[in-house]
């Protein structure tokens, strides 16, 4: 590989000033990050390791009620995190649904919003990729690309954004904070992933040297904690991306939904909130032909870019399953196979 | 030599307190997992370099420039080889002098003729700048189009299939047959190209010293490699000292020495250093093979019984452009289900990939799947249930050549494991079961088979004065415990309990011990061991009879029995004395004997020789979703005699989890276009991970044979597989009524 300058500054001040400079990247977990540099896929002139900057690794309750994140926060840590679990269980349900237990104990929560897609042209040097090389051309298009996105593509990428994770925390009001040269701010993870667009290559709100040093989630995101359920469906039971999955939250009271919230994964290149389908679910009944009908409304501008219209209808039944199950009620305890529609197989020894 | 013969044929009499059928542990289990045992990247010669490979984008064409300056600019490079500068061979690497001597890309040109083929490789003082070396070199290509997909070529029927069977085969009339029939049934199933993925990486380290040459490399055969290395290179075969004392699995696809390897001789060569070269994994989809991609069209006709009155099994499948190898996938339908008329054929197409090769039941497991569902497709036209379906068309005689079988056991294994799974409740008709969550719930199964191969190998015994003894044979040990299994026969073969026995194992120096594949190494290099041990034990008896100062004198080699490190006389097992005795008094230090394995061609000629087992399935179908879960396995084996049940145990649970595999998730990914193959690495060449394999069962069933061998051993590395993917696809279409007709099975394809 490529080499590279390797700094690990001691502030977070020092750490912005050093990845301002152009060409570099910050190395938090590096599950993805290494893997993309062996690939020559992103060849950094220096890496900036914040690895072990102490601030970011706390989780903390803020005097609104909210909750901070610290980037840093290892996946593991944070699903385990028994508090979180209980207050936030379909996120803790995501982030073990991800990768595989090793991954999850390296990977850290800033690390995980800003994966890569998992597109395999993007990863193919050898091919026309806009989102690696603007302008180079999309070689997913017309390739294997059953499964890629069926939301909010444009003929410049068609790529989805793999996250677990962020399909709850989307559908929770998260908040990213950000600091960068200019200072400190708040962006909202429904506005921090972009679609492709012309742009494809315009991931996020990032503008250089800017660190993600938290993940905030809002006081009334805890208030869905009764009613939250994360569900992926994949092709092997674990260690898969998903090909879609739902994150469904509600709050009801007497068969009525009071509040609402639905996200998908894979379905996209960001996290997608279902807005739309969220305002069909409020003040309506809670019932299946209630939660149908939200599904059609949360694919109503689905379309195939590929080989892949089985996913439209495949997100519309998890959508429904997903809804299905936050109504039943979250679990007492997180199911053996988290987010897997086998979760419930009787038998099963553990928890996850 | 009449001891020998006498122990050849009643081996368990002659040896007791045997070794052989205890469940023994890996011995090198506990090197393995404290991370001691040394596997061939693990050394580092002094001096070493590094050497990575530079390999083609394209699927076609010519390397039109390579920037070999840059590349040698990068700081720490010390050589490219490309060729123009690659040192010369002794023999043509595209020669073909026999059917195994597969063609190797050893930068003999700058054509490109598949993905992934080597174009130059970069020698370095560190893996890291060998690495950028090799991106550096930025190579440009005449680009021609890529012939992808079996309709990607003009067919054509191939010369020879697999080991060279013939292409086209058939007894009776099957068209007759299918007209006379009173239920036919026609279905065409794909199976995708699939590649080995061995967890360790094909890996070489080289050191020349004069024409003499020292590699560690993992290696299924290492006589084998030996051979190919020293013509290659135009030296004596014993001046090439290969070791390869541990294997992170093969599969086949280190049975034959590979080009990347053979380029790391040559870089060895061409820097006068000793190097390494380790494959990345995407490398591994190229140059070391794969399981080719199958079309297979079945035709079955029944009469009103639902016994078969025909079986047409067509094959059409795939070979690189300069090679050949046709995966034998129809060959699946010659040994297991009895018919009037049965016709195996295949066709082949030539694509720009690299050779296929032979991959765990090469031809077997393709041909299986496919023929286990459309048996399963025959038994429901006929209304029948399955197994009975099985039994109504069991095979007292091998169907294609109407030999005897040498043993088979398999009504017992259909009986035990349809007992331990519980067959006998299944509903005839799909989709009627379900689990208290809702799930479809399938029973399917599946017939196994693998032939029971022999080879050649050979083994040197000795017995020492201490009391101890010593057996040597160049065996390979892939990871599936062979050298405990061959230890095992050893202690008996010597008569000795197993710690006094040092095995040796693992190197090129040592007797050639033949292949691991086939399922036949134990077999072979085990009656090698067995035979030498007799060897040398006849001689020790030669010795103690001939001696009148020994207990034994007079008794005739007849009247000996070996045993935990003493002779006894036969008929009074109070005489007798030890090994270090006899020795002594002869004034010794030691003795040896050496011995053979091999196929006998007389039984050969007479017996039809498998293994046969019976696999029951069942899978959870997420009625919605369509997304499928094997929650059980149930499978059990007749294979000869087991040797080690913790062993046979272990290697039929790894078959069944690869059949599951085979059935569900593997699959390479190859864009239509550019014949570049997408999924290249472990997260997206999806195996099966713990959770989809919760309950696996395999039951080892007693069988006697005579005829394979003196020790009565089939092979069982590979016979897990076949019945295990065609009875999860049958279970799939139980669960939900929709046939598989392309694996692996796919989501889309269930979501109705
Ligand atoms: C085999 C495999 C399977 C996987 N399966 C799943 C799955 O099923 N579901 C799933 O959701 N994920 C999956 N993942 C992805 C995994 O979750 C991510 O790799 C991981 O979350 C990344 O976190 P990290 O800390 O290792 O990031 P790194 O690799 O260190 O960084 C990733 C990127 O983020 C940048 N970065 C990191 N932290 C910050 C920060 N604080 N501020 C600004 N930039 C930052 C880095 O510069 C880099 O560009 C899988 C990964 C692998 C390798
Ligand atoms: S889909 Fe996007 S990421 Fe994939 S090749 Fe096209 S542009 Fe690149």
Known sequence: MRDFDYIRPATIPDAIAAAAEPGSAYLAGGTNLLDLMKGGITSPERIVDISRLPELSRIERLDDGGLRIGALVRNADLAYDPAFAKSYPAVAEALLSGASAQLRNAATVGGNLLQRTRCSYFYDTASACNRREPGAGCDALGGENRLHAVLGWSDACIATHPSDFCVPLVALDAVVEIEGKKGRRHVTLEEFHRLPGETPQRENALEPGDLIVAVRLPAEAASFSANARYLKVRERTSYAFAIVSAAAALVVDGGKIRAARLALGGVAAKPWRARTAEAVLLGADASEATFASAADAALADASPSGDNAFKIELARRIVVRALMSALSGTPERLPALPASPFSNIPGARHDA | ?752
């Open chain 2, 1 to 752: 030599m009449t001891l020998e013969l006498s122990l050849n044929q009643q081996p368990a009499h002659a040896r007791q307190g045997s070794s052989i059928g205890q469940p023994l542990t890996r011995r090198d289990g506990f090197l393995k997992v404290t991370g001691a045992a040394r596997y061939a990247a693990d050394n580092h010669p002094p001096g070493m370099l590094y050497a990575v490979l530079a390999v083609s984008s394209i699927a076609r064409g010519r390397v039109a420039a390579l920037d070999v300056e840059a590349a040698k600019a990068h700081q720490g490079v010390v050589e490219v080889m490309t060729p123009l500068n690659r040192p010369a061979l002794a023999a043509d690497p595209d020669a073909k002098d026999h059917p195994f001597m597969f063609r190797l890309d050893l930068l003999q040109n700058d054509q490109v003729r598949y993905p992934n083929q080597s174009i130059a490789v970069v020698i370095a003082e560190t893996l890291e700048a060998a690495t950028e070396g090799a991106a550096l070199l930025s190579p440009r290509y005449e680009v021609l189009p890529a012939r992808v997909g079996l309709d990607g070529a003009e067919s054509f029927v191939p010369r020879g299939v697999g080991v060279g069977g013939p292409a086209v085969q058939h007894k009776g009339d099957v068209e007759a047959g299918l007209k006379s029939a009173k239920t036919r049934i026609e279905a065409t199933y794909e199976t995708p190209a699939q590649y080995h993925n061995a967890m360790e990486p094909h890996a070489i380290v080289v050191a020349w010293d004069g024409d003499t040459l020292s590699i560690d490399t993992p290696s299924q055969g290492l006589a084998m490699a030996q051979g190919r290395i020293a013509g290659l290179f135009g030296i004596a075969p014993e001046n090439v000292h290969i070791r390869s004392p541990f294997l992170g699995g093969g599969f086949g696809s280190k049975g034959m020495i590979s080009g990347p390897q053979v380029l790391g001789i040559l870089a060895a060569r061409l820097v006068g250093r000793p190097v390494k070269l380790v494959l990345r994994r995407e490398q591994m989809y190229g140059p070391v093979g794969h399981r080719a991609p199958t079309r297979q069209t079945l035709r079955m006709g029944m009469d009103g019984e639902g016994r078969l009155t025909a079986l047409d099994h067509q094959a059409k499948t795939a070979s690189s452009t300069f090679d050949d190898f046709f995966e034998p996938a129809a060959d699946a339908s010659h040994t297991l289900y009895a018919s009037p008329a049965i016709a195996t054929s295949h066709d082949a197409v030539r694509l720009d990939t690299g050779t296929p090769l032979f991959m765990r039941a090469p031809g077997e497991a393709t041909g299986s799947i496919a023929l286990e569902s459309a048996i399963d497709e025959a038994a429901h036209a006929c209304g029948m249930d399955p197994l009975e379906f099985r039994l109504r068309n069991y095979a007292e005689v091998e169907p294609m050549t109407g030999k005897p079988f040498s043993s088979k056991a398999l009504r017992e294994c259909y009986r035990q494991a349809a007992e331990t799974f519980g067959w006998a409740s299944r509903p005839l008709q799909p989709r009627l079961m379900r689990d208290a969550d809702g799930f479809l719930t399938g029973w399917g199964m599946g017939t196994a088979t693998f032939p029971a191969l022999m080879f050649q190998a050979e083994a040197r015994a000795v017995l020492r004065s201490d009391g101890s003894g010593v057996m040597e044979t160049g065996a390979q040990d892939m990871g599936q415990g062979a050298w405990t299994a061959f230890a095992q026969i050893a202690a008996d073969g010597l008569g000795l309990d197993i710690d006094q026995v040092d095995f040796r194992a693992g190197s090129s120096d040592l007797p050639n011990a033949g292949i691991a594949g086939g399922s036949g190494h134990t077999a072979t290099a085990g009656m090698a061991i067995h035979n030498a041990g007799a060897a040398v034990i006849a001689r020790l008896a030669d010795l103690a009879t001939g001696d009148e100062h020994s207990p034994l004198y007079g008794a005739g080699n007849e009247g000996v029995l070996a045993r935990g490190g003493r002779l006894y006389r036969r008929d009074d097992e109070s005489r007798g004395e030890s090994y270090a005795e006899i020795l002594t008094r002869a004034g010794l230090s030691e003795i040896e004997g050496h011995g053979t394995g091999a196929p006998d061609p007389a039984s050969q000629e007479t017996y039809a020789k498998h293994a046969h087992g019976a696999v029951f399935a069942e899978v959870k179908v997420d009625p919605d979703f369509g997304q499928i879960r094997v929650t059980r396995l149930v499978g059990a084996f007749a294979a000869g005699r087991v040797i080690n049940p913790r062993l046979v145990r272990s290697q039929y649970y790894g078959g069944m989890i690869w059949g599951v595999s085979f059935a569900l998730h593997e699959e390479a990914i190859t864009d239509r276009r550019s014949g570049r193959i997408q999924n290249a690495n472990l997260a997206e060449y999806h195996v099966p991970v713990n959770a989809d394999v919760p309950s696996v069962e395999a039951l080892l069933v007693h069988e006697d044979d005579p005829y394979v061998n003196a020790l009565g051993i089939k092979g069982v590395g590979e016979i897990g597989i076949t019945g295990t993917a065609g009875a999860v696809a049958n279970a799939v279409w139980h669960a939900t009524g929709v046939r598989p007709r392309r694996f692996p099975i796919r989501i889309e394809d269930l979501l109705g």
